[in-house]
């Protein structure tokens, strides 16, 4: 009996370390996957690299190029393209040659130089039309997620100079497309061209929060009008991200794939409170805070997490909860216990958080700010939401998702997916039909915010549960 039952245990343990490894390598598979590479960055080969002897050929040619190059547009583009060429050229070295530390370097330097070219060549678009610039501020735009995502993924495997200095550079290009909005265009449409470009990107399991990660280095760039605008964005893709988290095996690894994710604890920390804040099942919501507690206790351990960082994190929050407070007091603003609720949660971490850093306890106050512009970030895009103002890009709220809507059902009948073929799509399209059906008939009635409130986020999630499951669907068919 005890041979037996030993053997059983032994089967047992052998099952769940098994469960282990497999988790552990499906984690790093989901994270390669959403790697950018050179094609990534339109470059199709990236040819002869720094270090080689003839590489001053190529930069000879890529002068040519500028000099032949006369309207204010196509000089912008060329220049991009060639950024894009020396981004390709810094994964190329450190692929291929990782301790190669004095030509990595010297790449790096020659990025940034061609990055100080290229917000020359941006600011000489001032007052030229919308319609020539157009398709260069979309590629701007492509360019400059991709390359911020690059250099998360590089900068842990180089030195601390060169880690310092791709931190530098992500900062420099991330300043150069904030200047965007208050140079070339409006925040409403600054806010659409990166909607479109973010949507056309290739789909991953994890580019929601990646996405997320890479806009959080705008907030202490931009305006207060331009902020509110990309809380809207990363609240769809905080939504669609929360959709993922339904599956059990995704939302069971969630802390190891975060955890080997490249990127800064502390922006992932920021990212995982806004995804927390809208999260209502209890299940998902202690898996991600198990996770976040995790990254949060190793940040704080490897210091990078200290006193500045907990700081930083405080003002941010207050800057926040200041914006908050000046729209509750606007006359326009939304009668809701909802949002009310929200300011209240957001001011009393806030108040933790200051109380924390006196204390010396950088973590905590660090985590409690972190909370705190969550809650805010969730109040401020509800006020917008409901205000009287247009948003969705010229769309309220109920047209946008009218249009989500219909889109889907277009997508549908393109892939011959049916209720025979595909039931489970065409059950949650029919909960998002009916649920549209009686959002619609509240706003007729002009019913209260927080009546409608949970009726968005559910039509919401429900509609990216269901682009979710066509785009698993694609990739099966796909392998197949």
């Given at each position: 009996?005890?041979?037996?039952?030993?053997?059983?245990?032994?089967?047992?343990?052998?099952?769940?370390?098994?469960?282990?490894?497999?988790?552990?390598?499906?984690?790093?598979?989901?994270?390669?996957?959403?790697?950018?590479?050179?094609?990534?960055?339109?470059?199709?080969?990236?040819?002869?690299?720094?270090?080689?002897?003839?590489?001053?050929?190529?930069?000879?040619?890529?002068?040519?190029?500028?000099?032949?190059?006369?309207?204010?547009?196509?000089?912008?583009?060329?220049?991009?393209?060639?950024?894009?060429?020396?981004?390709?050229?810094?994964?190329?070295?450190?692929?291929?040659?990782?301790?190669?530390?004095?030509?990595?370097?010297?790449?790096?330097?020659?990025?940034?130089?061609?990055?100080?070219?290229?917000?020359?060549?941006?600011?000489?678009?001032?007052?030229?039309?919308?319609?020539?610039?157009?398709?260069?501020?979309?590629?701007?735009?492509?360019?400059?997620?991709?390359?911020?995502?690059?250099?998360?993924?590089?900068?842990?495997?180089?030195?601390?100079?060169?880690?310092?200095k791709i931190s530098a550079l992500q900062e420099k290009i991330a300043e150069i497309l904030a200047e965007v909005p208050s140079e070339l265009e409006t925040p409403d449409n600054f806010r659409c061209r990166l909607e479109n470009v973010i949507r056309s990107q290739d789909e991953n399991l994890l580019k929601d929060i990646t996405i997320s990660e890479v806009l959080d280095r705008f907030d202490e760039k931009i305006s207060k009008e331009t902020r509110m605008e990309l809380l809207k964005i990363k609240e769809n893709l905080i939504i669609n991200f929360q959709a993922k988290l339904q599956s059990e095996d995704f939302s069971g690894a969630i802390s190891d794939i975060l955890n080997q994710l490249p990127g800064n604890a502390v922006r992932k920390i920021k990212i995982l409170d806004e995804i927390r804040e809208g999260v209502?099942?209890?299940?998902?919501?202690?898996?991600?805070?198990?996770?976040?507690?995790?990254?949060?206790?190793?940040?704080?351990?490897?210091?990078?997490?200290?006193?500045?960082?907990?700081?930083?994190?405080?003002?941010?929050?207050?800057?926040?909860?200041?914006?908050?407070?000046?729209?509750?007091?606007?006359?326009?603003?939304?009668?809701?216990?909802?949002?009310?609720?929200l300011f209240t949660k957001a001011k009393f971490n806030l108040d933790q958080a200051k109380q924390a850093l006196d204390l010396n306890n950088y973590g905590q106050a660090f985590g409690q700010a972190s909370a705190s512009f969550a809650a805010a970030s969730a109040g401020l895009n509800y006020v917008s939401k409901f205000s009287l103002d247009k948003n969705s890009c010229g769309q309220d709220d109920l047209s946008a998702i009218k249009a989500h809507y219909d889109g889907i059902t277009l997508k549908l009948k393109d892939l011959q997916l049916n209720k025979e073929n595909s039931?489970?799509?065409?059950?949650?399209?029919?909960?998002?039909?009916?649920?549209?059906?009686?959002?619609?008939?509240?706003?007729?009635?002009?019913?209260?915010v927080d009546t409608l409130i949970p009726l968005y986020k559910d039509v919401k999630l429900t509609l990216a549960q269901i682009d979710n499951d066509i785009n698993e669907l694609l990739d099966s068919k796909k392998s197949d």
């Amino acid at each position: 009996m005890k041979k037996i039952t030993l053997l059983f245990l032994i089967s047992v343990l052998g099952t769940l370390f098994t469960g282990v490894v497999f988790a552990q390598e499906d984690a790093a598979q989901i994270v390669k996957n959403q790697e950018v590479t050179v094609d990534d960055l339109g470059v199709s080969n990236p040819g002869i690299l720094p270090g080689n002897p003839f590489y001053f050929l190529k930069e000879w040619s890529r002068e040519v190029k500028k000099n032949l190059t006369f309207d204010a547009v196509k000089k912008a583009e060329v220049q991009l393209q060639i950024v894009n060429e020396q981004a390709a050229e810094i994964k190329k070295l450190n692929d291929l040659l990782p301790s190669s530390a004095k030509t990595f370097t010297k790449a790096l330097d020659s990025y940034d130089k061609g990055l100080d070219s290229l917000r020359n060549k941006i600011g000489s678009l001032k007052g030229i039309s919308a319609d020539n610039t157009n398709a260069f501020l979309n590629d701007l735009a492509d360019s400059v997620i991709k390359h911020i995502k690059l250099f998360s993924e590089i900068k842990g495997g180089v030195g601390d100079k060169d880690a310092e200095k791709i931190s530098a550079l992500q900062e420099k290009i991330a300043e150069i497309l904030a200047e965007v909005p208050s140079e070339l265009e409006t925040p409403d449409n600054f806010r659409c061209r990166l909607e479109n470009v973010i949507r056309s990107q290739d789909e991953n399991l994890l580019k929601d929060i990646t996405i997320s990660e890479v806009l959080d280095r705008f907030d202490e760039k931009i305006s207060k009008e331009t902020r509110m605008e990309l809380l809207k964005i990363k609240e769809n893709l905080i939504i669609n991200f929360q959709a993922k988290l339904q599956s059990e095996d995704f939302s069971g690894a969630i802390s190891d794939i975060l955890n080997q994710l490249p990127g800064n604890a502390v922006r992932k920390i920021k990212i995982l409170d806004e995804i927390r804040e809208g999260v209502s099942v209890n299940d998902i919501k202690t898996k991600l805070n198990l996770a976040r507690q995790d990254i949060l206790d190793n940040a704080v351990e490897t210091k990078e997490i200290r006193a500045a960082e907990a700081q930083k994190m405080i003002d941010s929050a207050s800057v926040l909860l200041g914006d908050f407070q000046d729209s509750l007091s606007a006359a326009s603003a939304p009668k809701s216990s909802v949002i009310s609720g929200l300011f209240t949660k957001a001011k009393f971490n806030l108040d933790q958080a200051k109380q924390a850093l006196d204390l010396n306890n950088y973590g905590q106050a660090f985590g409690q700010a972190s909370a705190s512009f969550a809650a805010a970030s969730a109040g401020l895009n509800y006020v917008s939401k409901f205000s009287l103002d247009k948003n969705s890009c010229g769309q309220d709220d109920l047209s946008a998702i009218k249009a989500h809507y219909d889109g889907i059902t277009l997508k549908l009948k393109d892939l011959q997916l049916n209720k025979e073929n595909s039931p489970d799509i065409f059950i949650n399209l029919a909960k998002a039909e009916k649920s549209i059906a009686s959002i619609s008939d509240l706003v007729k009635k002009n019913a209260k915010v927080d009546t409608l409130i949970p009726l968005y986020k559910d039509v919401k999630l429900t509609l990216a549960q269901i682009d979710n499951d066509i785009n698993e669907l694609l990739d099966s068919k796909k392998s197949d």
